[in-house]
């Protein structure tokens, strides 16, 4: 099955800077990349996507990468407020049995400290 | 609200007892998931259903979990004797489809169980 490995655990930035968050998955028919975002007490939120046919995405201030070749993608948060703290979570996803299988990384801590 | 929606938002029983959860998806979503998240990890994939049809558990899910959806609309999650090692957030996530399509999983709030 899919493995998706995510790191680092726990990332501090200042406010305004920017924050990497990088994952990588083991098997190549994965071809759908969400991130969430999920608050404390709160629900996973789709904040981005991208699809294998695509190398990158960008939504304002939120952009995700793309390298099928060696299994890797990132989230890129440039500008950081503090309402971006939360932990994030990348997943894979693939078709199987007529649904797309998602699986998720462990996880990012933010904290943006104003 | 027209989101994903959970019942109870927190559950907390003894050791041995039988509990239940319910999701009610987005009212046009004919995909379903259960998942179950531990503190510090992502969400791990429990089941799947295709409108009342349930294609697909984990291994992680026990012969003490069963779940169901009847209609094709909520769903329900029973643990059965329950044990400490259950206690979690329970998710439950639904997708509009349809098959052969990359669609969104869009999450409820869950349901966290603490078992006594």
Redesign the interface.
Known sequence: GEN?E?HPSTLSVQEGDSAVIKCTYSDSAS??F?W?KQELG?????II?I?SNVGEKKDQRIAVTLNKTAKHFSLHITETQPEDSAVY?C?A?Y?S???????????TKLQVIP | DTGVSQDPRHKITKRGQNVTFRCDPISEHNRLYWYRQTLGQGPEFLTYFQNEAQLEKSRLLSDRFSAERPKGSFSTLEIQRTEQGDSAMYLCASSLGPAGDLDTQYFGPGTRLTVL
């Open positions: 998706v995510q071809n759908y969400p969430y709160k629900r996973p939120q789709l996507d699809r979570f997943a996803s078709h049995g007529g649904y797309q299988k998602v699986t998720f990384g462990i996880g």
